[in-house]
């Protein structure tokens, strides 16, 4: 089993709509967790971090399970510019020990192409 | 500011020649991160840096590689000797802290290399 393991997309979604990808996580040590977004043939840049109670910035709704070990992101009213692949980023805590810790393991990424 | 930056940003490169990428991280960033994405594995770990000193470098997948850190502004990841199957892009990464949440990744723009 993949360490994170994301929706195998793509999502190909009219503007305006309102679209979720979901993200698994094998470690039950994970500590902080995030989404990237990634354009074609750019850099990963930070889109938003996850916190256990939920978060929320603009159109974006980042969501965490820890029991289920699952994040979500929620993107509502969805423009043409939010077209990318999405990346959800998973590090280790302090209980995973020695080199492990901090260790930032990216899932694939899921693609998603907003149209008009 | 200067954000992280890398060269050359394309290499193509017959198989068996040695190939050197170069990154300089954003000041004051301690952690340097080296990762190589495909379309089949995704975004890979290959090693990282704190303090300019290798800490994990468990996702290097061979002895072709190796990485330096001479001084806190200045990283390379050389391949020596180069094969097909290393053609990926190349992504250099900075942070002040590892996983930490007011810490993100800071990415460069890449080095897309073509063995052939």
């Known amino acids: 089993r993949k360490e994170v393991e994301q929706d195998p997309g793509p999502f190909n979604v009219p503007e305006g709509a309102t679209v979720a990808f979901n993200c698994t996580y094998s470690?039950?040590?994970?500590?902080?967790f995030f989404w990237y977004r990634q354009d074609c043939r750019k850099e990963p840049k930070l889109l938003m971090s996850?916190?256990?109670s939920g978060n929320e910035d603009g159109r974006f709704t980042a969501q965490l399970n820890r029991a289920s070990q699952y994040i979500s992101l929620l993107i509502r009213d969805s423009k043409l510019s939010d077209s990318a692949t999405y990346l959800c980023v998973v590090t280790q805590g302090a209980g995973a020990g020695g080199t492990s810790y901090g260790k930032l393991t990216f899932g694939q990424g899921t693609i998603l192409t907003v149209h008009p | 500011d200067a954000g992280v930056i890398q060269s050359p940003r394309h290499e193509v490169t017959e198989m068996g020649q040695e190939v050197t990428l170069r990154c300089k991280p954003i000041s004051g960033h301690d952690y340097l991160f080296w990762y190589r994405q495909t379309m089949m594995r995704g975004l890979e770990l290959l090693i990282y840096?704190?303090?300019?000193?290798?800490?994990?470098d468990s996702g290097m997948p061979e002895d072709r590689f190796s990485a330096k850190m001479p001084n806190a502004s200045f990283s390379t990841l050389k391949i020596q000797p180069s094969e097909p199957r290393d053609s990926a892009v190349y992504f250099c990464?900075?942070?002040?802290?590892?996983?930490?949440?007011?810490?993100?990744?800071?990415f460069g723009n890449g080095t897309r290399l073509t063995v052939t």
């Open positions: 996850v916190y256990s």
């Open positions: 840096f704190n303090n300019n000193v290798p800490i994990d």
């Open positions: 470690n039950s040590a994970s500590q902080s």
């Open positions: 990464a900075s942070s002040l802290d590892r996983g930490a949440y007011n810490s993100p990744l800071h």
